[in-house]
């Protein structure tokens, strides 16, 4: 074996570092040498094995968080739908994966051992710490990720890897400038978790835009929480339970908007003839709620390609891709059913 004379050691020990239940009877220095290596040299066991094309394993790996109810998610189900056709029309396999990581393993490692079985990885799973992406610095391997799993403060383009995602901040303007056009002057925000990137992107936008017009929510209608149908509920109960209600609102996913129409039943008003809802996402719910949504879409199948062309054309060049770049797509508003002009009786800010 090619890694074992490199490095003076038996073949056993190679074997027992490469697999990740036997790699603790590995010193942690020798471990991190032979990973490093086999990382250099592009090494898959047991190549005989694998579906074979040019000389490569011609599968790639997403990476998704552990969660039972990833594939009952608009996003990650729409994204990994896209994922399948964009590989499957280049002959290409997928894995679907979550990362693991055993105790004192860095995130670099555990990608090394993912990649041992894999051409590519498309990293779509938990938010990374600055620590994890620092461990990113200088990885061999092909690899991609979402802007999502980033955290807020991070230079996308110093990271040396490259990041694709759809234009949140834009986005998130198109929303809150259509909500001023149709007249509304109270406009509250129903935004996502703190920490999120994607959050704290349409935060931004949306932000920009009223406080360019003088019109900065109030602070009792800005609620924040995870993306969800309960979050919205919770938020918007909240507002309506103020003094003064908010004539519309920006949510900063599809499903805090649904919760947010939910709410906004319970307490007896309508959407939208006392209450305009904006969503951000555009999954398939989105035209079946009542009344269907006026939303930003996320164009995941498109993200979904990209992602895997950058994987192919770094695996099938045998090199990283050379000019790490920040892939956004523009995300455009869908209006629908639950948005209209101010009330009449509104007043003015």
């Keep these: ?14 074997s027992r570092a490469l697999r ?7 010193e942690a220095e020798r471990r991190k040498e ?3 290596l086999a990382e250099r040299q592009h090494f898959t066991p047991n190549p005989g094995a694998r579906i074979l094309r040019k000389g490569m394993n011609s599968t790639l790996t997403v990476v998704v968080p552990l969660d039972e109810n990833i594939f009952f998610s ?3 189900g729409r994204f990994l739908a896209g994922t399948l056709h964009a590989a499957a029309a280049r002959g290409w396999g997928v894995h679907i994966s979550t990362l693991r990581r055993t105790p004192g393993t860095g995130f670099r490692e555990a990608m090394q051992y993912l990649s041992l079985d894999t051409s590519g990885v498309i990293y779509l799973g938990e938010p990374l710490s600055p620590a994890d992406l620092q461990g990113l610095r200088g990885y061999r391997r092909p690899f991609v990720m979402t802007k999502a799993a980033l955290p807020p403060d991070v230079a996308v383009r110093d990271l040396g890897v490259p990041v694709f995602g759809v234009d949140n901040f834009a986005g998130a303007q198109t929303a809150a400038s259509f909500l ?9 925000l129903l935004l996502g978790p ?21 019109m900065p929510p109030r602070p009792q209608w800005v609620q924040a929480g995870p993306f969800s ?21 920006c949510c900063a996913s599809d499903e805090i908007a649904f919760g947010a129409i939910h709410a906004v039943r319970a307490m ?14 555009d999954g398939l719910w989105a035209t079946a709620c009542q009344p269907a949504l006026t939303t930003i879409r996320q164009p995941l199948g498109d993200l979904a390609e990209r992602a895997v062309s950058l994987l192919v054309e770094a695996a099938t060049a045998r090199s990283k891709i050379q000019h790490p770049v920040l892939n956004e797509m523009p995300a455009a508003m869908v209006i629908r059913e639950s948005t209209r002009a101010a009330p009449a009786a509104s007043p003015a800010e």
């Design 1 to 14: 074996m090619q890694i074992a004379a490199r490095l003076g050691v038996s073949p056993s020990t190679v």
């Design 20 to 26: 990740p239940e036997t790699a603790h009877l590995v």
């Design 34 to 36: 032979i990973l490093d």
């Design 74 to 76: 608009e996003y990650y």
């Design 180 to 188: 001023l056009q149709l007249g509304h002057r109270r406009i509250a």
């Design 194 to 214: 703190a920490g999120s990137r994607d959050a704290y992107e349409r935060k931004q936008g949306y932000l920009s835009v009223l406080e360019k017009n003088g």
């Design 229 to 249: 149908a309960e979050a919205g509920r919770t938020g918007m109960t909240k507002m309506l339970e103020g003094e003064e209600r908010p004539t519309a609102v």
């Design 268 to 281: 007896g008003l309508h959407c939208p003839e006392d209450i305009s809802l904006v969503g951000f996402d």
